[in-house]
């Protein structure tokens, strides 16, 4: 725990290593968790690079008080979960338009 809390920190003064850091050790299993939603490796690869994104853009102002792992996992879910939700949109959309 210790370490993420320096992580963490080191975040939001803007250490572009600590963030380096964190993308290089949870990318590729963030895009293993969203194949369990979405089927497209080139859709899960878009969000896991959307949440990072997002926290470096929202670093100053993070408030996480779960373990790292698990907040990036969350966020990584909830992404999908609007990627199915926006799908579904469409999909009726379109289908009201046949």
């Given amino acids: 725990m210790y370490d993420e809390q320096l992580l963490i920190k080191l975040l939001k003064q803007g250490n572009e290593k600590a ?3 964190l993308f290089r050790q949870y990318y590729k299993d963030l895009v293993m968790f969203a194949g369990n939603f979405l089927p497209e490796k080139q859709v899960c690869e878009d969000i896991v690079q959307s949440v990072f994104v997002n926290i470096w853009e929202k670093r100053t102002n993070m408030d996480i008080n779960v373990s790292l792992r698990s907040f990036l996992l969350r966020s990584v879910k909830n992404s999908c979960l609007d990627e199915l ?3 579904k949109v469409v999909m009726e959309h379109e289908n009201s338009m046949d």
């Fill in 19 to 21: 963030f380096t850091s």
């Fill in 85 to 87: 939700r926006h799908r």
